[in-house]
C-alpha cells in the first residue's frame, strides 16, 4: 500500500459504541429520568440521582477534552480539516477506543 493509500480515518468495532454510548444513555436515563431511577433502585442498590448527574457531566466533560485532543492529534498528523473534524466528531461519541484507532494514524 503506498502511502497516498494508507487509511486516515475508521471507525472502532461496533461493539464499543454499543457498550461505551450503550453505558453512557443508561447512565443518562437513570440520572434525568425519576421513574426509571426508582425502579432501578428497587432492582438493585445504585448512588444517588444527584450522583449519577454529576457522572453525566463529567462523562461529557471527558469527552469534549478527548475530542478537542483528537482534532489536536489529526491536525499534528496533517489530516485535511474535514478528516480531522470526523476523527473529533467520533472521538466525542465514544472517546478513547477513537483515540487508540487515531495514534495508529502515520503522519501526512
Known sequence: MSDSSKPTFSRPSLRWFVLLDGGIAVLSVLALHDGAYRTAREIGPLPEQKQLRALVVGTVGVHVLEASLARRMAGRRGLP????????????????????RLRKVEAQ
Open 81 to 100: 480539516p474535514k478528516v480531522a473534524s470526523r476523527w473529533m466528531r467520533q472521538t466525542f461519541a465514544i472517546g478513547f477506543p477513537s483515540l487508540l
